[in-house]
């Protein structure tokens, strides 16, 4: 029960639309990335230390299933983790963590190069889409691994060890590029992934292997190659900030016409972000410690996206950017071409005064004057934060329930608001 109160499982928000948000956000570390660097840790005997790990749901629940494994876990902070795997006594990833969290399919690479065996539930469907793991399984076997699909478990095994191997993914794949990296790095020989994904985080993870001992070059292009190795050594590795959190401030930022600080973001993390808000008139601003956002023009314009695998525009960004374009002066266009139902904001926007009609994959938003605040329903992560956006903005309150979504990737959300003005409280339902 503790765990349902600790991440929102039965609470709701309470939100008074009106308040400009001025001052200074924190930017936590990237959630995107503390899962598959945690899940590396299953790749050494050694002890890894992490720093700038998000205190979130998603992490708590990926530690749970680590535990499983028989990896000790330690606290040397609220941000500063101690993992040790010296002796991994299960290779088994029950449906009931899988389920709760679909990144949890990354432990498959690590299980089979560190354990040669692996037996992993199928994540199934979720809120946005039914998110396939076919590449993910695909790319073990051509790299050597035996896998069956049993009652909705993955079964791996691979009794010589796996051999590296030219792979392309037919279409970006962010968790399927880490998997293969964590299998690739202990193979033998050669494996180029060609039509890696190109994100930051995916980035920032070839690093942390790299510290490792793993031989990777290509980090942050499209193709990555892996020399493998015998064996990885422990090392200490620190969470990039979450661009993804950073860019939700922007927009919360931009819709109250205030100006914040989004301390520790990375411009160069959002490039193509940051140019979509200065064209609709919202000012980004690189400074030594972050990014300052401000609304520059009285007038929202309004500019139509397509989401793209990085470096274009983050589909984890769409759902708040469609908040901002429901107050624009005009009509734009938001095309969705990663997932094929992340939408599901829309009626709950819908609800809060916004004109948006779909059609297919792309959705167009005519702007409004005003936004009025409603009772709404988190339905996804993303969904839910675009949610909260809404009720900074909209006249009157605005209650939004099922917080656990919101907790899964935002810490301290009603902390780091109302630090700017924001009138936000939790309340159990
Ligand atoms: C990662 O999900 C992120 N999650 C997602 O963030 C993010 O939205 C997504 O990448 C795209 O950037 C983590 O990193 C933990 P994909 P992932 O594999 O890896 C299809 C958030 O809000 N596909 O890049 O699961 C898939 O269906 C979350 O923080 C297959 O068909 O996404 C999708 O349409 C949501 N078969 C597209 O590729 C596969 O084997 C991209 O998915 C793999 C993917």
Excluded at 155 to 167: E, F, H, Q, S, V
Excluded at 251 to 276: D, M, P, R, W
């Amino acid at each position: 029960m503790v765990f349902f109160f600790m991440f929102g499982m039965l609470q709701g928000m309470r939100i008074v639309g009106g308040n400009q948000l001025n001052g200074e956000i924190e930017i936590s570390g990237a959630k995107n990335l503390a899962l598959p660097a945690l899940v590396a840790s299953i790749l050494t005997s050694d002890k890894m230390i992490y720093k700038n790990v998000p205190n979130l749901a998603d992490v708590k629940s990926l530690l749970e299933l680590l535990a499983c494994f028989g990896t000790e876990i330690n606290y040397e902070g609220i941000h500063t983790l101690a993992l040790s795997s010296r002796n991994i006594k299960s290779a088994i990833a029950p449906y009931d963590f899988v389920r709760k969290m679909r990144a949890s399919i990354l432990v498959l690479g690590a299980l089979i190069a560190r354990c040669g065996i692996a037996t992993v539930s199928l994540p199934g469907g979720c809120a946005i889409g039914t998110r396939g793991v076919d590449l993910h399984i695909r790319a073990l076997e051509l790299m050597g691994a035996d896998i069956s699909i049993e009652n909705g478990y993955i079964k791996a095994n691979t009794a010589k060890g796996l051999t590296g191997c030219d792979i392309t993914f037919p279409v970006v794949t962010v968790t399927g590029t880490e998997n293969i990296l964590m299998a690739a790095v202990l193979a033998r020989g050669t494996t180029r992934l060609i039509n890696a994904a190109m994100e930051p985080e995916v980035e920032a993870f070839c690093e942390l292997l790299r510290k490792m001992g793993a031989k990777i070059t290509g980090a942050g292009t499209s193709v990555i190659t892996i020399e493998g190795v015998n064996e990885l050594c422990g090392t200490e590795f620190e969470i990039i900030p979450d661009r993804i959190e950073a860019g939700t401030y922007a927009i919360a930022t931009a819709v109250t016409n205030g100006q914040v600080l989004l301390k520790n973001c990375k411009y160069e993390h959002l490039t193509s972000f940051f140019e979509t808000l200065n064209l609709a008139g919202i000012s980004c601003e690189k400074k030594e410690n972050g990014v300052l956002v401000y609304r520059r023009e009285a007038d929202i314009h309004p500019i139509s996206i397509q989401t793209a695998p990085y470096p274009g525009f983050p589909t984890d960004l769409q759902a708040q950017y469609t908040v901002l374009m429901s107050l624009a002066n005009g009509s734009s266009s938001i095309t969705e071409n990663i997932f094929e139902n992340r939408f599901m904001h829309i009626p709950e926007l819908a609800r809060m005064g916004a004109d948006i009609t779909i059609h297919g994959k792309t959705a167009v938003v005519n702007g409004v004057e005003k936004l009025t605040g409603a009772q709404v329903m988190a339905t996804d992560l993303r969904a839910s934060v675009s949610l909260v956006i809404a009720g900074l903005v909209a006249e009157g309150e605005t209650i939004v329930n099922r917080l656990y979504h919101l907790d899964r990737g935002y810490e301290n959300i009603e902390e780091k608001l109302n630090h700017c003005g924001a009138k936000v409280e939790r309340f159990d339902v």
